[in-house]
């Protein structure tokens, strides 16, 4: 756990979940939906690719509903067409099917209600329960007063009959954007500003991607969640922290509108991960400004780049049951993410070997010409996964840091004299190097004993170091992308310009990798791990004539959980 950011968390195994309490209680016998089923539902706006944060609330809203045998919505909430797009609402799908979960026919839009909402807010004003207001959006703020003064609203006393007509003027099309809102009359000295006659309406001269151009006003989110749990049945509507202090207006929607049912809001804390952002705004400008190569960009927390990078439901899902819900921020750290992606993938990922940073091993007095075949488990966890064969010849790609001419204390790799095991393969003494004019090593020379096929050592000896390697006659090239994170510093949100914190060295590319033959036949849902490397899958760009693969996550785990 960090020292330099408190706030920084580890899971606590086995915490409870404090909204599966209330739920308990509220379908108990004496309950308030005793006798009902429990109903969630999960509402994203279709402005942005959906990332990690959203994965919490998504395993919330559709793991709730589980957990009780109840049902869960999927819901857009395209009450704001500014930036909502088609786009958004297939890539919001494809990522909740990816991570398991699903709706069947309980898919909707918030302006399937559009007509329904504006009919209610007439009521509302008919009710004198609200008002067309003309301040623009300054003057709202210098009006709304302090805590030991009221807030100001000179239209708050509109007849209702005017207000009415200046509604249906607004509906109309006759006022520009920000001439005129709408606005419920509840408290203007409220300690609770959002309930200081909170706009429930407000003009948008803008094309909508499924009304068109019907519709210039558009209802605030306040006041169309409500109408919208309430008409799909919902019993409990799970949000976010920062909707804790909005609830008071959700429940006075609730209260005072004819709506078929009155659902209850709970709120939870939000995900917070170090080294990244949450912000849709900021991963728009990291997206649009060039900063990374798109939304699925594998550096990014979007839940389309985790899936490119590697990352696998199991383990994303494992990793927000395992941070619990509570009424607390924190942070968790991002090696918890990824120390939840190494355990799944040690149990699925197929065993390979690639050389990263090739360099040439000779050995002198295998025969030349001779080729033979090794069988190798594909994952030892797994041995319903079956082997594969591997061939060995006289040369061989090995990693670059598995040769020293002058070793450091405590190398046990090949130097002039020392001897190594080739996974799988022989043992070998180095007997030297030729180098390159620049003074890199250009190939290193050893002899094989042949009497240690297959790890066998008839004499006992004892042989510290094994390294991985590549036959040199049948191996392919790869490129392959290590990633690292995308800030320098633990709370890139906090920084006045996050930009300014963003790591140059989030992204190495490897060219002229050495890989087996066998991932030729790589499928991109098929994760690997590269022995000695991490664990890898093959990224989109790949194709059969230059293989791609992005590197999920090193084999190191540093991260260190709570006991």
Request: glycine share 6%.
């Amino acid at each position: 756990m960090s020292e330099t950011n408190k706030n920084l968390t580890a899971p606590e195994e086995g915490s409870g979940n404090f909204i599966h309490t209330f739920i308990a209680e509220d379908i108990a016998e004496n309950g308030r939906f005793a006798g009902q089923r429990v109903h969630t539902r999960f509402p994203p706006e279709p402005n942005g690719y959906l990332h990690i944060g959203h994965a919490k609330a998504i395993c919330v809203d559709f793991g709730t509903a589980e957990k009780f045998g109840g049902l869960c919505n999927l819901r857009m909430d395209d009450t704001n067409p500014t930036k909502e797009d088609t786009e958004y609402v297939d890539a919001i799908k494809e990522d909740i099917r990816w991570l398991g979960f699903s709706w069947d026919d309980r898919f909707h839009y918030a302006s399937d209600y559009f007509d329904t909402m504006y009919e209610l807010a007439v009521k509302l004003i008919e009710k004198g329960l609200a008002y067309v207001c003309e301040l623009t959006p300054e003057q709202m703020h210098d009006n709304r007063g302090d805590l030991t003064h009221p807030a100001v609203s000179p239209y708050r006393d509109r007849p209702i009959a005017e207000s009415l007509a200046l509604f249906a003027r607004m509906k109309a099309g006759e006022f520009a954007d920000g001439r005129m809102t709408l606005r419920a009359k509840m408290d203007l000295a409220s300690g609770n500003f959002n309930l200081r006659d909170p706009v429930i309406y407000r003009i948008n001269h803008m094309h909508h991607h499924r009304t068109g151009d019907k519709w210039c006003v558009y209802p605030m989110y306040d006041f169309a969640h409500p109408i919208e749990d309430a008409m799909e049945g919902i019993t409990h509507s799970l949000c976010t922290l920062e909707f804790e202090e909005h609830r008071p207006l959700y429940d006075w929607v609730i209260e005072h509108i004819d709506l078929p049912a009155k659902p209850r809001q709970i709120e939870f804390a939000r995900l917070g991960i170090n080294n990244t952002v949450m912000s849709k705004r900021k991963l728009r400008k990291l997206v649009e400004g060039g900063f990374v190569s798109g939304w699925d960009d594998p550096r990014m927390p979007t839940l389309c780049g985790l899936r490119r990078r590697g990352f696998t439901p199991a383990s994303i899902r494992n990793f927000c049951s395992r941070i619990g819900v509570s009424k607390v921020d924190s942070t968790v750290e991002y090696g918890f993410l990824e120390h939840c992606l190494r355990e799944d993938l040690n149990l699925k990922a197929r065993r390979t070997m690639a050389v990263l940073h090739p360099v040439k091993l000779v050995l002198t007095n295998y025969p030349q010409g001779q080729t033979e075949t090794f069988t190798v488990e594909n994952n030892p966890e797994r041995p319903e996964d079956g082997t594969r064969e591997v061939t060995f010849s006289r040369e061989l790609w090995i990693e670059a840091g598995d040769f020293l001419e002058e070793p450091v204390k405590g190398y046990r790799r090949l130097f002039p004299g020392n001897e190594v095991r080739l996974k799988t393969a022989y043992i070998v003494r180095c007997t030297g190097c030729d180098k390159n004019e620049d003074g890199s090593v250009k190939t290193v020379y050893a002899e094989y004993d042949p009497e240690t096929r297959g790890g066998n050592t008839p004499d006992g000896r004892k042989v510290r170091g094994t390294i991985h390697w590549v036959n040199a006659a049948d191996c392919t090239e790869a490129e392959v992308r290590l990633y690292g994170s995308l800030f320098t510093v633990p709370e890139p949100e906090q920084e006045e310009d996050f930009l300014t914190v963003l790591n140059p060295d989030s992204l190495q590319v490897l060219q002229h990798c050495k890989v087996e033959p066998s991932l030729r036949e790589a499928d991109a849902a098929m994760p690997f791990q590269f022995m000695r490397e991490g664990y890898f899958c093959l990224d989109k760009d790949s194709t059969p004539a230059h293989l791609v693969f992005n590197r999920s996550v090193s084999l190191k785990d540093g991260f260190k959980p709570n006991k």
